[in-house]
């Protein structure tokens, strides 16, 4: 038995003073600050900390391919990153190569969690549909692989038309589970390049203007038009302009079931990125944005109408980045973020500009949980969850570094940035891994979590849009 004691318990609808007790992995009692315990408990003092569910990161991509680059990161790698960073629990995608059945991709892929220091679960992804598809996402979702990732751009690879995307739909409602969607209007981000290559260019610098804002909204609407009517749930995956947010909020005011996720380099950063040094570490889809948008971004996590924040995390390093640094339309997207999503939002807007640390939790980690079908099991500290915990010190001041990081790659699109706030001792199902900074435990541990039939009745998002 451990006892995690003299800390602030901060969960996403309340906070207060409290110690919370552990056995077998579980979180088993939430008591009031020094309550008599077993003698024989282990302490973990948290006095001064704050006692936090660990992250849920929804949105991850663990050594991924797209095109002819691979992220450089296993799941051991990724995992570690993810504790230091205070996230417990990580969701991947399984994107079939050409070729590839959506069922045999997701194999691969969820074989490989028990390589990893924490759980992890699994999105699958279609991206043709066949006669086939209805009875390979069946067995998905016997497996708890739920949620289905597609794709409204990157044609000849991983586009699904509107027929498949009605079709998945259908069918993902029907086993109790939900789109996955990334929206960028195809037409319009290539119409958008074709222009920039006939003007100013497609290298990195010129990354902003390749894709823009009217992609997003453009795709956004019509996806929302196929899910409403099918009166299915959807989960729009890194909205990065409030345009977009507001439409997935409008049609939760009209009775749909639909989320809107953020990425932390859409919040934290902008496009003046592309002007510096090295623009090609900062390809991302969607692109970096205005830093007007993402400060309108940014106050929808204030006004509800953002449902979770993610990573996006893509581990690539600066050479893959360079290679067709003159061409956007060949490089890979995606930046490394898988440690750094908690800290720079909890410095950026709970330190910053006052977001609660309820919702902080919410955004990171109940919020995550509840749209993947983890929760209470993930994201909670209540009695019965598993004992996922990040005791978090609020005032401690550092720099990032990517010497200081544990991702797989040589950059981080954060250097130098001065943050508040940091969590200094995490736990996996009751095993301490991280405390003060160092891999106390390396241990694999990790295990694929079956994602239940989701309750979206549960879920606060849908009744605090306004």
């Not at 980045?321 to 997207?333: A, S, T």
Request: aromatic letters at 6%; one cysteine or more; a negative charge.
């Amino acid at each position: 038995m451990k006892v995690v004691r003299g800390g602030t318990v901060v969960e996403s609808h309340w906070s207060a003073p409290a110690d919370l007790v552990i056995d077998d992995g579980r979180i088993v009692a939430v008591l009031a600050p020094g309550t008599e315990v077993d003698a024989a408990a282990e302490i973990i003092d948290a006095t001064g900390k704050l006692v936090l569910p660990g992250g849920i990161d929804p949105h991850c991509h663990v050594g991924f391919t797209s095109g002819e680059f691979t992220s450089l990161d296993s799941y051991r790698e990724c995992t570690t990153a993810a504790v230091f960073g205070g996230t417990t629990t990580i969701v991947d995608f399984a994107i079939p190569r050409p070729g590839q059945r959506p069922l045999d991709a997701a194999g691969i892929q969820r074989a490989k969690a028990v390589e990893g220091l924490c759980d992890s679960a699994l999105h699958a992804c279609v991206v043709e549909w066949d006669d086939t598809t209805a009875d390979q996402l069946a067995t998905l979702a016997s497996a708890g692989i739920r949620t289905v990732k597609m794709f409204t751009t990157y044609a000849g690879e991983t586009m699904a038309n509107e027929h498949t995307i009605l079709n998945t739909m259908q069918t993902t409602r029907d086993l109790g589970g939900m789109v996955v969607i990334h929206c960028e209007s195809d037409a319009i981000v290539t119409d958008a390049q074709n222009l920039a290559a006939a003007s100013a260019g497609v290298d990195a610098s010129h990354m902003a203007q390749t894709r823009p804002e009217l992609a997003e909204t453009a795709s956004v609407a019509a996806v929302l038009a196929i899910a409403e009517s099918q009166r299915a749930p959807v989960y729009f995956v890194h909205q990065s302009t409030p345009a977009a947010v507001e439409l997935v909020a409008d049609a939760r005011k009209r009775g749909l079931v639909a989320f809107t996720e953020a990425v932390a380099h859409h919040l934290i950063l902008d496009d003046s990125a592309y002007r510096g040094a090295h623009p090609e570490r900062f390809v991302c889809c969607p692109p970096l944005r205005s830093a007007e948008t993402v400060a309108e971004l940014g106050r929808h996590l204030f006004t509800g109408h953002i449902t979770t924040i993610g990573s996006d995390h893509c581990c690539y390093d600066t050479a893959q980045k360079q290679l067709h640094r003159h061409d956007v339309r060949h490089m890979p997207n995606g930046l490394p973020g898988v440690e750094t999503r908690l800290p720079v939002i909890f410095s950026h807007y709970v330190g910053g500009l006052g977001l609660s640390a309820s919702r902080f939790v919410e955004l990171t980690a109940a919020g995550p949980a509840r749209t993947n079908g983890l929760y209470p099991r993930k994201g909670s500290l209540m009695p019965g969850a598993d004992a996922d915990i990040a005791l978090w010190d609020p005032d401690l001041e550092w720099t990032v570094t990517v010497d200081a990081l544990h991702m797989a790659t040589d950059y981080t699109p954060y250097e130098g940035q001065r943050l508040r706030g940091k969590p200094v001792t995490v736990l996996v199902r009751g095993t301490v891994v991280v405390h003060d900074g160092e891999l106390v435990d390396p241990t694999p541990r990790g295990r694929h979590v079956e994602v239940a039939p989701l309750d979206f009745g549960t879920i606060p998002a849908l009744v605090d849009a306004g």
